[in-house]
Structure formats: C-alpha cells, structure tokens
C-alpha cells in the first residue's frame, strides 16, 4: 500500500466512495434534485415573481424545505454512525449549488445586488476547490463545516427564504405600507449579516487548513 492511500497514523484512508449510498447521503443527492427544480420555477417565475407569482411561492416553498433538510441529513449521519468522507463532502456542495444558485438568480432579476453575490460565490467557489486540495494530499481529509460556517449557513437561508417569498403580492396598495418595507429592510440584513459571517468562516478555513497544522 502507498503513503498516499495512508493517514497520518498509518492507517488505511477512506476512500471518498466509502459509503456514498448511506441513507444520509440519500438525502443530500435529494436535495440537489430539489435544488434544480426550484432553479428552474424561480427563474420562470420572473422579477420578483411577477411573471408567474404561483411558480415563485412553489420555489419558495421548495426553497425553504431543501434548505430545512440540511439539518436531516447531517441528523441522520451521527444519530446511525454514518458520517462518510463524501457526507462531508457533497452536503456543503448541495448547501451551496442551492444558496449560490438562489443568489444568482436574485442578482440576475435585479433583486440582490451582483457585489453581494460575488463575494459569496469567491469564498463557496473557493472554499469548495480547497476542499478538493485537501483531500488530495497525503492523509488529507475533509474538514467539516465550522461553527461560523454553520452559522452562517443559517442567515443566508432565512435571508434569501424572505427574499424570495414574494410578501408584496400580500398588499393590494398602491403605495408601499411601512410593514413591507420593514420586511425588505430585515430581510437585506439578514443577508449582510450572512456575508459578514461567510468572510469571516472562510477566514477560519484557511486557518485551520494551512496554518494550525503546522503548529502543532
């Protein structure tokens, strides 16, 4: 056997396939099918749900249950003894293809500025491919998701699950009533909080990948 497929403690490194059909994992891939219909519904819906208001709150709705489900799968994991490399793995690329995807087509509709979104998509889109780094060096594995990463996790999903139920169809004036723009304004900072969090968790990746390995 190679030092490659060794760890650190000379043990046998578990392969990345090592439990791909776990029924966590199951759900995961679930919820990136999930993830692809609601892209499809919220980009046909239009700016703010105006083309087609019913295909907005259908992809709100699946929005918020495929986010929901994040916390089902990693339940799943630890409850049965089932936390696998691609576990860790692919639950953060599905958290991600869901927000970055949702983001994007906010930005697109003019709904969430681009600045925001491409921050958000520098750190996941460079978090990810480090994720890859890792598990390619010897007795490399993946890191887990930190607590500010969770966190942040969370603000982005209630941010974007407010932005994307369309409350506007709710009121019938013709001006807009203090409690909408209340709502928007809680919403944006729920998700300036998130990027605020999403900086910061990237920060404390980078650390604990390259710099507190070393000294140890």
Not at 84 to 90: I, N, R
Not at 129 to 137: A, S
Not at 178 to 188: C, I
Request: glycine letters at 8%.
């Amino acid at each position: 056997m190679t030092n490659e497929a060794m760890d650190k403690q000379g043990t046998p490194k578990a392969s990345i396939f090592d439990g791909w059909n776990a029924a966590p994992n199951l759900v995961t891939y679930s919820r990136i099918v999930l993830v692809i219909i609601f892209l499809v519904l919220d980009a046909l819906a239009g700016e703010w749900g105006a083309d087609n208001l019913t295909f907005r709150w259908i992809a709100a709705v699946l929005f918020i249950i495929a986010a929901s489900t994040d916390k089902i799968d990693g339940w799943m994991a630890r409850k049965y003894n089932q936390v696998t490399e691609m576990g860790k793995l692919m639950d953060p690329i599905a958290d991600k293809l869901l927000t970055c995807g949702a983001m994007i087509v906010c930005s697109v509709f003019g709904e969430l500025g681009w600045w925001v979104t491409i921050l958000f998509l520098i750190r996941e889109i460079g978090i990810t491919v480090m994720r890859f780094f890792v598990m390619e060096r010897p007795g490399g594995k993946v890191i887990a998701a930190a607590w500010p990463g969770k966190l942040k996790t969370v603000f982005q999903c209630v941010g974007l699950s407010m932005l994307l139920l369309p409350m506007w169809a709710l009121d019938g004036s013709a001006t807009t009533p203090l409690w909408l723009t209340a709502y928007y304004f809680l919403t944006y900072t729920v998700i300036y909080v998130a990027l605020v969090l999403c900086l910061y968790s990237g920060g404390v990746y980078l650390y604990n990948t390259f710099v507190a390995p070393n000294k140890r």
